[in-house]
């Protein structure tokens, strides 16, 4: 039982390239989210999807797009990275909409 | 816009002691309340979940809630210095039909032998 995966855990792209965050969870929950963390910030959430075929905007979706493939699977895609974006994100899962959440490793990224 | 408040500490504590950490929320509706712990360089985890107004305790741990006044807090007692961490504080509130949480920017415990 491996929770929530997320790949890759490093990454670094020069401006203006685009790339697909991977989340995926074995827990069968239903709703999961996309955050991201800079210093000082808090988590942000930036897209959720509260059950499968349903996804929304969180508080800074600008920049990015996401898909909920399965009930597994959600991917976060940034179509043409900016520095601004330079982040860790960070993929959550929870069994319901009002639940705990559980979070993968994170992906450190850096946008030259 | 949903906040969640938190003193960003650092609170530092000697071993054994009580440390006490408060969040604050302006959606009168929320429904879920969390505190999670992030050690530096990993991700969240879970320490406690609570949904009705009163103490909730989990070994050291006691989670407060009180809606009328829109606060929760922790109280971590006997205090270890690996409960040295940032402990974040969520808050789920309904908006548009679904339930989004929102997390302060946390609080640095430290906890010093």
């Known amino acids: 039982n491996a929770g929530v995966t997320q790949t890759p855990k490093f990454q670094v792209l020069k401006t203006g390239q685009s790339m697909t965050l991977q989340c995926a969870q074995d827990?069968?929950?239903?709703?999961m989210y996309w955050y991201r963390q800079d210093p000082g910030m808090g988590l942000r959430l930036i897209y959720y999807?509260?059950?499968?075929?349903?996804?929304d905007k969180g508080e800074v979706p600008n920049g990015y797009n996401v898909s909920r493939l399965n009930k597994r699977e959600f991917s976060l895609r940034l179509e043409s990275a900016a520095p601004s974006q330079t982040s860790v994100y960070f993929c959550?899962?929870?069994?319901?909409?009002?639940?705990?959440?559980?979070f993968g490793p994170g992906t450190r990224l850096t946008v030259l | 816009q949903k906040e969640v408040e938190q003193n960003s500490g650092p609170l530092s504590v000697p071993e054994g002691a009580i440390a006490s950490l408060n969040c604050t929320y302006s959606?009168?509706?929320?429904?879920?309340f969390f505190w999670y712990r992030q050690y530096s360089g990993k991700s969240p985890e879970l320490i406690m979940s609570?949904?009705?107004?009163g103490d909730k305790e989990d070994g050291r741990f006691t989670a407060q809630l009180n809606k009328a006044s829109q606060y929760v807090s922790l109280l971590i007692r006997d205090s270890q210095p690996s409960d040295s961490a940032t402990y974040l504080c969520?808050?789920?509130?309904?908006?548009?039909?679904?339930?989004?949480?929102?997390f302060g920017r946390g609080t640095s415990l430290i906890v010093h032998p």
């Open positions: 959550a899962s929870s069994e319901s909409r009002v639940g705990e959440q559980f």
């Open positions: 827990m069968n929950h239903n709703s």
């Open positions: 999807s509260a059950s499968e075929g349903t996804t």
């Open positions: 959606d009168r509706g929320s429904q879920s």
């Open positions: 609570i949904y009705s107004n």
């Open positions: 969520a808050v789920n509130s309904a908006s548009g039909g679904s339930y989004i949480p929102t």
